[in-house]
């Protein structure tokens, strides 16, 4: 059971992501009276509108003004109070980044961000409502805890856990309509720390979000073709699991990595970051979005059109498996 | 409100000094914002040596009225005073703005003892100082929170929102200064992009307006005592000031928005403050 969760919720595999954070958020909210709860005119969007029909003189709703919602919140940290601040990620990371970075980094204030409709997950409604930059972001940001639960129940224990951390965390969850990975509270999640959802020898996919189901099933997939394939739920994008990834790097020497994000800073970034400066070979593949906006359209197919979902992540395992990570010792013929 | 003739003394004198010191720091340390600095001193000089809740002893004093500087640019003055009030040390002063001082232009709260928070980023204070009313409001918490806007930084939409917010919030256990000095860097606001008519545009936003001489302590006192009666409206009070003011080849002048001093400029910035004082000293003793 995770820090602070010293209960269950009993209609869990009903409850969506964002209904279980709203519903966690709230009973967290009973035993600890500093938590307050802000948004802006997404209570209902976000389900920290949930927090409100419990605690209302401990819930804000700022209207449509996100950046300043940000700056209270910074500053509602100065007496003791614990601020959770929801809102979409494309509005949380994006038109808020400098308010998160000077208002609550820099400031260093005790503020929680839970972004609802990361990534692809608002589909239907375009790239303005998409948000696949804020993994980058928000790991750029000094201090911040960078979170992305794979489900529902994830998405509880991170809550629970990023109220009992003591800094600024972010929290970026979907829109609520993802399939669970797990089927009820009953594992260990920590902040940091990757959770090996599938053992593996022949090649590690390191996932986060939506794609940690996705990879599970392409994992399954390929057994079925005689291969072994590691699969870590990264939760944590910061602080990383340096040691889940150098155990990968050096156990199977091929990894890929998948999310619902640019490729470009997220948790491919981090890993590679891991890799590169460990001066070890290794064959790496970064799954996510290549540098383009995704369409409008369904989840789903966004995330197939992206290979993020299984058949992508099992079409990388297979590309991944016939190359060879270099063995040269002075790779004269390379140059 | 008229000030016991020793009590507005005293206040003035104190802000004499304190301009004095905004001189020589700056000149020590190679340079700073003069022209905010200057121009805000009687605001933070009123707040700190009358109204403002603070222990000497201890600046992070866990009940002390909160005070932050959204025109961070002018933590110049700011540190100036902290340095007056025994938080920070004179030598760390003169070493504002180099590497390894305590001191970057703007002030950092976890460096510079009695900062609350750490602005520089215009507006941005603003809602930070709002939501620490909010939360002392939630918390029972008896402090004031005071805050000083520039007014260049209004141009900003974040102080609107935050405007918006506070009317909503009515965050009455807060004051809002507005250092309207009326120039920023490249020019009068009202060249640049016109804030006029200020009084009506925070009405409109719910506030209680007020609009004094920013330079005259008796109306910045009567001010910052009606603002607590007021209980219905958050209360923002527009301070006409002087950018520059008491250092006579400065005032008005955009180029001292910031500068460097040498010996002389710094000589005769001093003599111009000394002989304002003798001005008013001498006017003082004649009306009595």
């Known amino acids: 059971m995770a820090i602070g969760l010293t209960w269950t919720i009993d209609d869990a595999d009903t409850m969506t992501q964002g209904e279980i954070y709203g519903e966690v958020l709230t009973r967290l909210g009973d035993e600890n009276p500093n938590i307050v709860a802000l948004t802006a005119d997404l209570a209902g969007s976000t389900k920290i509108g949930k927090f409100q029909t419990k605690h209302a003189d401990r819930f804000f709703n700022f209207g449509i003004m996100e950046t300043n919602m940000v700056g209270f919140a910074s500053g509602m940290a100065e007496s003791g109070l614990i601020p959770v601040v929801s809102t979409f990620a494309a509005f949380a990371a994006l038109r808020c980044a400098e308010h998160v970075r000077t208002d609550v980094c820099y400031n260093r204030r005790n503020v929680k961000i839970i972004a609802t409709h990361s990534g692809t997950s608002f589909g239907p409604a375009g790239p303005t409502h998409h948000c696949i930059e804020d993994l980058a972001v928000m790991r750029a940001m000094v201090g911040m805890t960078v979170i992305a639960p794979a489900d529902a129940y994830e998405t509880a224990k991170a809550t629970a856990a990023a109220i009992e951390h003591d800094g600024p965390v972010y929290i970026r969850i979907g829109r609520s309509f993802e399939p669970p990975l797990w089927k009820d509270l009953d594992f260990d999640w920590e902040i940091g720390k990757a959770i090996t959802i599938n053992e593996g020898t022949d090649i590690t996919v390191i996932a986060c979000g939506p794609a940690v189901l996705h990879a599970k099933e392409a994992a399954e997939r390929a057994k079925q073709n005689g291969l072994s394939v590691r699969v870590l739920d990264m939760h944590t994008i910061k602080p990383l699991d340096n040691e889940a990834v150098m155990k990968a790097l050096i156990d199977t020497r091929r990894i890929i990595t998948a999310e619902d994000h640019s490729v470009m800073g997220g948790l491919g970034t981090a890993v590679a970051d891991v890799i590169a400066q460990s001066g070890k070979g290794c064959v790496l593949k970064k799954l996510g979005l290549q540098d383009v906006f995704a369409a409008a359209g369904y989840p789903e197919d966004l995330q197939h059109q992206h290979k993020i979902d299984a058949d992508g992540i099992e079409e990388a395992i297979a590309e991944v498996m016939k190359m060879d990570f270099e063995a040269d010792e002075d790779w004269e013929d390379e140059i | ?288």
């Open chain 2, 1 to 288: 409100m008229a000030l016991a003739a020793e009590e507005l003394k005293m206040l003035q004198d104190k802000a004499y000094q304190i301009r004095r010191r905004i001189v020589q720091v700056t000149e020590r340390s190679g340079g700073g914002h003069l022209g905010g600095s200057l121009s805000q001193t009687d605001i933070l000089v009123a707040l700190y040596y009358k109204y403002m809740n603070i222990n000497k002893d201890d600046p992070r004093w866990p009940e002390r009225d909160r005070f932050v500087l959204s025109k961070g640019h002018g933590g110049l003055g700011h540190g100036v005073i902290l340095g007056d009030l025994g938080y920070v040390a004179d030598e760390d002063l003169d070493k504002f703005g180099k590497t390894g001082s305590i001191f970057g232009m703007h002030l950092d709260r976890h460096k510079v003892p009695g900062v609350d928070a750490s602005t520089g980023s215009l507006a941005h204070g603003f809602g930070i100082g709002l939501g620490f009313a909010l939360g002392a409001r939630l918390k029972g918490l008896p402090w004031h929170t005071y805050i000083v806007l520039s007014d260049g930084e209004l141009h900003e939409g974040t102080i609107w929102e935050a405007a918006m917010a506070g009317a909503q919030f009515n965050l009455t256990n807060q004051t809002t200064f507005i250092d309207r000095n009326r120039l920023m860097i490249d020019g009068f606001t009202e060249d640049i992009m016109k804030l006029e008519p200020l009084q009506d545009k925070w009405a409109a936003f719910g506030w209680n307006v007020m609009r004094i001489d920013g330079h005259d302590f008796n109306q910045i006192c009567q001010a910052t005592e009606d603002a607590k009666k007021v209980t219905d409206k958050p209360t923002v009070i527009i301070c006409d000031t002087v950018k520059g003011k008491g250092v006579e080849f400065m005032e008005d002048e955009r180029k001292w928005h910031y500068g460097g001093l040498d010996d002389a400029m710094a000589k005769d910035a001093l003599a111009s403050l000394d002989e304002g004082k003798k001005k008013r000293d001498a006017a003082e003793k004649k009306a009595s």
